[in-house]
């Protein structure tokens, strides 16, 4: 298994070396049994951070499908934005008149209702129909870049669309909001598609949320960032072999808890 991290890791760093433009070549090491010390050399000397990387690229290069600039002019295209405003427009309204979506504790968990959402809206527009994307194998799988699929019924023509609850005021944040990792096994991209994102605007009142505006952003030209790291969850750090030594905090009987 870590083995397999590390072939990942160099992989990657292989394939965005080619999209990105940078003023020093960066030296990778790749082999094919990679060492440890080859690859900290690898992170350490610049290979861990690329930035102004084509998002177009990195899923062509990671599912070989192609992004779709989408034209408002196209009438194809022009039906597939009318229906998502129109489904926008009708669950604001629900969704700021009710509360749907009160019950939640917090804003991310708040994508999901509008996921359904959409799902219902766009899917009741004869010319469209939305659901959700599936793996190569044909598994259902929530997680994940994209959440959605779009499909124009009479030209067949694909759009994925992913929801963000975007808190009003924050649009120019520059704390990270947006995951993509490539896995092959897993991966939800099997069409050559047009990649839109809708980042919803809330208003900030935990649990009493209004929502003031939407924006539909086309990826094709969405730059994104690598940034390798080494990490590990607490199933790897609290190991019976890591443990030098456990203790009960005073006055805490465990047989109670």
């Not at 890791?9 to 070549?25: K, N, Q």
């Not at 599936?134 to 124009?152: F, N, V, W």
């Not at 992913?162 to 897993?186: A, C, H, I, N």
């Not at 690598?226 to 047989?255: C, M």
Request: net charge negative.
């Amino acid at each position: 298994m870590v083995m397999e991290r590390r072939v990942v890791i160099i992989s990657l760093l292989g394939v965005f070396l080619g999209a990105c433009d940078r003023a020093e070549p960066v030296q990778v090491v790749i082999e094919k049994e990679p060492s440890v010390d080859g690859l900290v050399e690898t992170v350490m000397n610049g290979g861990g951070t690329f930035q102004d990387v084509p998002f177009a690229s990195l899923i062509e290069s990671s599912t070989g499908n192609r992004v779709l600039p989408l034209n408002p002019q196209d009438p194809v295209d022009a039906q597939i934005l009318q229906g998502i405003e129109d489904a926008m427009n009708v669950i604001l309204k629900e969704f700021n008149e009710s509360d749907i979506t009160h019950q939640e504790s917090r804003i991310n968990e708040v994508s999901a209702h509008f996921e359904e959402a959409l799902l219902r809206e766009v899917g009741r527009i004869p010319e469209l129909e939305c659901v959700l994307p599936r793996t190569a194998e044909g598994k259902l799988q929530r997680a994940g870049y994209p959440d959605l699929l779009i499909r124009h019924v009479e030209s067949g023509r694909v759009a994925y669309l992913d929801p963000k609850l975007v808190e009003e005021g924050s649009l120019k944040s520059s704390l990270r909001t947006f995951y993509f990792t490539p896995r092959r096994e897993t991966s939800k991209v099997l069409h050559d598609a047009h990649h839109l994102l809708i980042g919803i605007e809330h208003d900030g009142n935990t649990g009493e949320w209004q929502y003031l505006r939407w924006h539909l952003v086309d990826l094709t030209h969405f730059e994104v960032t690598l940034k390798a790291e080494f990490q590990a969850s607490n199933r790897d750090l609290y190991t019976p072999e890591l443990i030098l030594k456990s203790a009960v905090a005073p006055g805490f009987d465990e047989g109670k808890e």
